[in-house]
Nanobody
């Protein structure tokens, strides 16, 4: 069992930066791949970024590649999403998620067993 709590969302102007944090509890955290997803009003949940258990492999959606960076520290049970050059279209609720131990596709929400409550990110133009 893994519990996830996101924090440090907020309001930022276009071109600005935010660093989201996801604090995890549970002894199995270091075994899980982790991901960030987002959902804007009226839209489906969208993959943003993911990384494997060690952080050695990372994955990004085309819309954030080169602007966002995902990282983790297993000793601190924490995953971060560094977001730079933010755009109004990045506005959404951002969710942290822990993948099941045998996941194949880090971009698919169905591969994730545990989800946080989400944190709002709003980018003004």
């Amino acid at each position: 069992q893994v519990q996830l709590v996101e924090s440090w969302g907020g309001l930022v102007q276009a071109g600005g930066s935010l660093r989201l944090s996801c604090a995890a509890s549970g002894r199995m955290f270091s075994r899980h791949g982790m991901g960030w997803f987002r959902q804007a009003p009226g839209k489906e949940r969208q993959f943003v970024a993911a990384l494997n258990w060690s952080g050695g492999r990372t994955y990004y959606s085309d819309s954030v590649k080169g602007r966002f960076t995902i990282s983790r520290n297993n000793a601190k049970n924490t995953v971060w999403l560094e977001m730079n050059s933010l755009k109004p279209e990045d506005t959404a609720v951002y969710y942290c998620a822990a993948a099941n131990l045998y996941y194949n596709n880090p971009r698919a929400p169905v591969e994730y067993d545990y989800w946080g409550q989400g944190t709002q990110v709003t980018v003004s133009s």
